[in-house]
């Protein structure tokens, strides 16, 4: 019997091989029983606290839904038109529409969205504004089935949107956000994955099977009860009204609703206002651009860094303010189910043009319950008079007699006014104050107050979030004395 001499770096490779081996066998899989155990209490306990619990499609794993998608019919039937319609093979296209759902898919993480998201959120949140809650309606939201699928549907104002609403929701659920392409940057949108949003195309009209394969996604999630929130704009405001409402998403989730099933869907409004907007200069820059010579924002970490910079110095030295109040109103719910028995509808039965005027009156329905929703804030109402006034210099007095009157007349029509300290003088002072620090307004030698001639077009962009609701009250004239204005 002979003797085998083996290298020592093979002996070596060996043994790794087998410890690997039996890591695999034995360790692994009693490390993810134990692993999964801890993760399914931390869901158990965070559904026992939450008032809209996490559903299991939002748990399941990544890859099961993009095989799900991939095996729904009418996503095969998507790709079998598209291979005859091209002539491309049907494995080529059947890849082409699985590369469209990973793009599509999420990877929600409960840990990185509570544990990371939303604290993340809180601390940016109130580092940058006085964060404030406008109607809770916490009755009619008590009331809503805890089986339905609850969509929160949101005016769009700011980027900040998404980590404040993340903030203010956080005691409620998890909610999953319809994100564009600007977040699909490296690392940051695995991110974003991992909070539960999913990327939406917005200029995809033209390409049927990827349209297809969101369709089904939003259809998938809505029916299987995952909390969504939705900006119907489609994009941020570039003068500061409310924008006519895109109705894709909206379509997708209600297009194959069925009234007598057994989950509803429930819209909740959501109305946001901000005192300060952070990307206010580049959206109104954008709509008074020249054709063809549209800014596009571009990341600029010499920009980023040294706005930083100089926030940081202002702070040290006692000269830093937050960006007045960020504000969140909730409306009231309207029940998908109860609309259509109220209208005799039923989107199935319906041709398809008439599917899609019957869901733009939905559409409509909501962001005039979104825009009602809206929250008035100091700046808002500030801008407004001084708007209003033109190029004709007031008092302080003028401005506080106006914006008195304009509260009162806002709130005898229901609408939200976020009034500091209940102090309507210190109201009037934020405004002030929030639109002559960055000299949008400017205070003459006499005491009175201008807007600023070549900071017109950002007052007005202030003025007109809550012009929805200024406007159809006709309420105020400042060309009549200050004890007979606004009546």
């Given amino acids: ?61 990544r890859q099961g839904l993009i095989d799900a998608l991939m095996f729904d019919q009418e996503v095969i039937r998507a790709v079998e038109q598209e291979a005859e319609t091209t002539g491309k093979p049907r494995e080529v296209v059947m890849e082409t529409a699985r590369a469209y759902a990973r793009e599509v898919v999420p990877a929600f993480s409960h840990y ?29 939201l008590a009331n809503v089935d805890p089986n339905s699928t609850v969509v929160f549907v949101m005016n769009h104002r700011s980027n900040m949107d998404y980590v404040l609403v993340t903030y203010m929701a956080a005691s409620s659920s998890a909610l ?151 504000c969140v109103s909730f409306g009231k719910p309207l029940s998908l189910r109860t609309y259509l028995e109220e209208n005799a509808l039923d989107f199935r039965g319906i041709e398809k043009k008439q599917r899609f005027e019957e869901v733009e009156k939905l559409g ?13 804030l100091p700046t808002s109402l500030v801008a407004s008079v001084l708007v209003a006034a033109g190029d004709r210099p007031l008092s302080l007095f003028e401005i506080k007699t106006a914006v008195f009157n304009l509260i009162s007349a806002l709130e005898e029509k229901g609408a939200y006014v976020h009034v500091p300290r209940a102090d309507h003088d210190y109201l009037v002072d934020v405004g002030l104050r929030m639109l002559t620090l960055r000299h949008l307004v400017v205070q003459n030698g006499e005491g009175t107050f201008q807007i600023s001639p070549e900071e017109k077009v950002l007052v007005t962009y202030y003025a007109n979030a809550i012009a929805h609701l200024v406007d159809p009250l006709r309420a105020y004239t400042l060309s009549q004395s200050p004890d007979k204005a606004i009546r």
Avoid: C
């Fill in 112 to 140: 990185t969205y509570f544990k990371f998201g939303t604290t993340l959120a809180r601390r940016i949140s109130q580092m940058l504004y006085r964060v404030r809650l406008g109607n809770s309606n916490d009755e009619a």
């Fill in 176 to 326: 999953s956000y319809a994100v564009g392409e600007w977040a699909r940057i490296w690392a940051l949108q695995n991110l974003i994955r991992s909070m539960g949003a999913y990327f939406v195309r917005r200029h995809s009209t033209g390409n049927a099977l990827y349209r297809k394969v969101l369709a089904r996604y939003v259809h998938m999630a809505t029916m299987a009860g995952v909390t969504q929130a939705v900006f119907p704009e489609g994009g941020l405001s570039g003068d500061g009204r409310l924008r006519a409402p895109k109705f894709g998403l909206l379509s997708y989730m209600v297009g194959d609703f069925d009234p007598r099933g057994g989950r509803d869907i429930v819209f909740i409004p959501v109305g946001l206002n901000y005192d300060r907007v952070l990307e206010d200069r580049l959206l109104t820059s954008a709509v008074t651009a020249k054709e063809g010579d549209k800014p596009k924002f571009r990341f600029s970490p010499g920009i980023f860094f040294g706005f930083v910079g100089r926030s940081v110095g202002l702070a040290l030295r006692g000269n830093w303010f937050r960006y007045g109040y960020a």
């Fill in 364 to 376: 409509q329905r909501l962001m005039t319950l979104v825009g009602a929703a809206v929250p008035v």
């Fill in 1 to 61: 019997m002979g003797t085998i001499t083996l290298p020592l770096w093979l002996v070596v490779l060996a043994a790794i091989l087998a410890l690997v081996g039996l890591v695999d066998r034995l360790l692994v899989p009693s490390a993810r029983w134990f692993l999964r155990g801890r993760v399914n209490r931390a869901i158990e306990k965070l559904n026992n606290r939450l008032s809209l619990k996490i559903q299991p499609f939002k748990l399941t794993r």
